[in-house]
C-alpha cells in the first residue's frame, strides 16, 4: 500500500491512539456480499456474541433468518454507496425506521433480516442515544496491515440503535471490544477488515458484535 504515496484519495490524518506511521486510505471500501460456506460464511458478515462468551469460541447468537446452515452467520450485501466510507459520515434517512422497526438505511449495506426485523448500518458525527460525538472514520494501511477507527458506526434494528464501532465514541474499548485490524493488497485493493464491539443496553446488553468485511477499496 505504502508503494502508492500520498496520491489522490490517500491522506494524511490519523485515527485516534494511532502511530504516526501508515497512510491514511481515504474513500470506500466496496464490500463483498456475504456466501455462506458449509461452515460459516465468507466475504462480509455478521456474528453476536452472547455475553460470557469469547471471541474465539463464541457462544454465538443464532439468527434464524440466516441464510446459512451455520446461522451463527449473518451474511450482508453492499448499499448503495457500495460499502464503508472514510473521511465522511453515511447517515440513516429520517424517519429512520417502517413502522414494523425494519431500518431502512441502506447506503453501508443493504438491510439485512436479525431475528425477524431488519438492520442496517450508519456512522452517524452524534450518536442518536446521546453518547458524545465520533470522528468520521479512519482507516490506515502500513505495508499489507489495516488499522484505524470506527467509533462512529452505529447499527440499527426494530427502533433502536447500538453502537458497533472500535473503539466506542470517546475512545474507551469495554468489554469484548476489540481494535480494527485487517489486511491490504496495494495492487488489487483487495481487502479483509475485523473487529468486534461490544452492546450496551437494549435486548442485546452484554452482548458482543463481531464484524468481517470484506472487498475491494476504491480510491476518492
Known amino acids: 500500500m505504502l508503494a502508492f504515496g500520498l496520491t489522490a484519495g490517500l491522506g494524511s490524518a490519523q485515527?485516534?491512539?494511532e502511530a504516526t506511521n501508515g497512510t491514511s486510505l481515504l474513500g470506500t471500501f466496496k464490500?463483498?456480499?456475504?456466501?455462506?460456506?458449509?461452515?460459516?460464511?465468507?466475504?462480509?458478515?455478521?456474528?453476536?456474541?452472547?455475553?460470557?462468551?469469547?471471541?474465539?469460541?463464541g457462544k454465538f447468537f443464532s439468527n434464524p433468518d440466516s441464510s446459512c446452515t451455520?446461522?451463527?452467520?449473518?451474511?450482508v450485501s453492499p448499499g448503495s454507496a457500495g460499502g464503508l466510507r472514510t473521511g465522511a459520515y453515511q447517515a440513516s434517512p429520517t424517519p429512520a425506521f417502517d413502522s414494523k422497526g425494519d431500518a431502512k438505511v441502506a447506503t453501508i449495506i443493504?438491510?439485512?433480516?436479525f431475528a425477524a426485523i431488519d438492520f442496517g448500518l450508519a456512522t452517524l458525527p452524534k450518536g442518536p442515544t446521546g453518547v458524545q460525538s465520533a470522528p468520521?472514520?479512519?482507516?490506515?494501511?502500513?505495508?499489507?496491515?489495516?488499522?484505524?477507527?470506527?467509533?462512529a458506526l452505529w447499527a440499527e434494528w426494530n427502533k433502536l440503535y447500538f453502537n458497533q464501532g472500535s473503539p466506542k465514541p470517546g475512545g474507551s474499548t469495554p468489554g469484548l471490544t476489540q481494535p480494527l485490524?485487517?489486511?491490504?493488497?496495494?495492487?488489487?485493493?483487495?481487502?479483509?477488515?475485523?473487529?468486534?464491539?461490544?452492546?450496551?443496553?437494549?435486548?442485546?446488553?452484554?452482548?458482543?458484535?463481531?464484524?468481517?468485511?470484506?472487498?475491494?477499496?476504491?480510491?476518492?
Open 110 to 113: 443493504k438491510p439485512a433480516a
Open 70 to 75: 451455520e446461522k451463527s452467520y449473518s451474511p
Open 15 to 17: 485515527p485516534r491512539g
Open 181 to 220: 485490524s485487517g489486511t491490504y493488497n496495494a495492487t488489487t485493493h483487495a481487502f479483509v477488515l475485523t473487529w468486534a464491539s461490544a452492546i450496551s443496553g437494549g435486548p442485546f446488553n452484554g452482548f458482543t458484535g463481531y464484524w468481517h468485511l470484506a472487498g475491494t477499496f476504491s480510491p476518492r
Open 31 to 57: 464490500l463483498t456480499a456475504g456466501s455462506c460456506t458449509p461452515g460459516g460464511a465468507t466475504g462480509s458478515y455478521f456474528r453476536m456474541i452472547y455475553p460470557g462468551g469469547t471471541l474465539a469460541a
Open 136 to 151: 468520521a472514520p479512519t482507516i490506515i494501511a502500513t505495508g499489507s496491515k489495516l488499522s484505524g477507527q470506527v467509533e
